[in-house]
């Protein structure tokens, strides 16, 4: 018995300022389209997806800022993606900056949706390591200010029954982070969806440049594998607004191979047959948590009770 879920990595080039959610609705359902050509359970978009990458610019005002965010999901302009869904067959992640009311409160967050076959959202995660500054910098050559305009995400890293497995979902900079991965391993996780939009500029460390590729596979190849997991990893790519992104959206099996990758920078679908059974040789082997973690040691370490004092 295998667990087969076939799955599009659908990257997306760049999205210009004034481009409607309309438009951007439109790429978005001619590559789910193209995905049930190609036998697709799941397509994953990138973070951000329905629009540019609006944290590169300061805002002074909050409506402007607002016209970015959607207050209903689906919305007017997101139906079409669902009811091509439920039609299709084909279920989708997507990345989008929600603006949410919560006990008489306006909150803004960095959101990914899960949805199923039939076009319903079963889960919902925001993100929780959010990258940048909270103020304006004017010597940076774009803005990174997410930690200015989204709060923490509020829910965990929830893990769901769908498509077959354990599914859980990251964004963008969580993925440069081990707890991440572990938190939905612990859970048991078999496929974490991860949208992004990574500058191939980092401003505060120029030096990274060169190997932006290298963190990006890095870190994904190193998660799958430490937590015996498939993992879906897709950009936002291409010349966005003046400022170069990275591609390089990949599949990554548990073993930690990249099975699937884009190869350009612009709108295009990478697809992969993703066993989840394959996820239990690492599982039940090397990564067998209850037999081989300490949480009890990482706990008095990091208490500094049970670390002997280095030699003299
Ligand atoms: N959107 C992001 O979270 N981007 C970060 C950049 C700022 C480093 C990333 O980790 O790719």
């Not at 973070?47 to 800022?65: D, G, H, V």
């Not at 103020?135 to 940076?140: A, C, S």
């Not at 090397?286 to 009890?296: G, Q, V, W």
């Amino acid at each position: 018995m295998t667990r087969m879920v076939t799955i599009g990595a659908a990257q997306l080039g760049p999205i210009a300022r004034p481009d409607s959610r309309a438009q951007v609705v439109a790429r978005l359902v001619a590559l789910l389209r193209q995905a049930r050509e190609h036998g697709c359970d799941l397509v994953v978009y990138p973070e951000l997806a329905l629009t540019t990458f609006f944290p590169r610019w300061y805002f002074e005002r909050q409506e402007e800022l607002d016209t970015y965010f959607e207050h209903d999901m689906p919305g007017r302009d997101t139906q079409p993606l669902f009811d091509a869904a439920r039609e299709s067959g084909v279920g989708f992640y997507l990345g989008y900056a929600e603006l949410a009311v919560e006990e008489g409160h306006t909150r803004h967050f960095n959101t990914s949706i899960l949805v199923d076959k039939s076009g319903r959202i079963v889960s919902k995660y925001r993100k929780i390591h959010l990258p940048g500054h909270a103020e304006h910098e004017p010597w940076r050559r774009f803005q990174h200010l997410e930690k200015r305009y989204f709060e923490v995400g509020n829910l965990g890293w929830p893990v769901v029954r769908a498509f077959g497995g354990l599914v859980g979902m990251a964004i963008c900079n969580d993925r440069r982070w081990p707890e991440t991965y572990r938190v939905m391993g612990l859970q048991g996780v078999e496929l974490v969806l991860i949208g992004y939009n990574t500058p191939v500029h980092n401003p505060p460390a120029p030096e990274h440049d060169a190997l932006s590729h290298f963190h990006n596979m890095l870190v994904m190849q190193s998660g799958a594998y430490q937590n015996g997991s498939w993992i879906v990893g897709v950009a936002k790519a291409g010349c966005e607004e003046g400022v170069d992104q990275i591609g390089n959206s990949i599949v990554v099996a548990p073993s930690g191979e990249i099975v699937a990758a884009c190869t350009t920078v612009g709108d295009e679908l990478a697809i992969a047959r993703c066993d989840l059974d394959l996820c239990t040789s690492y599982k039940s082997t090397t990564f067998n948590f209850a037999r081989h973690r300490e949480p009890e040691q990482y706990r008095l370490i990091v208490e500094r009770k049970g670390a002997v004092p280095p030699p003299e």
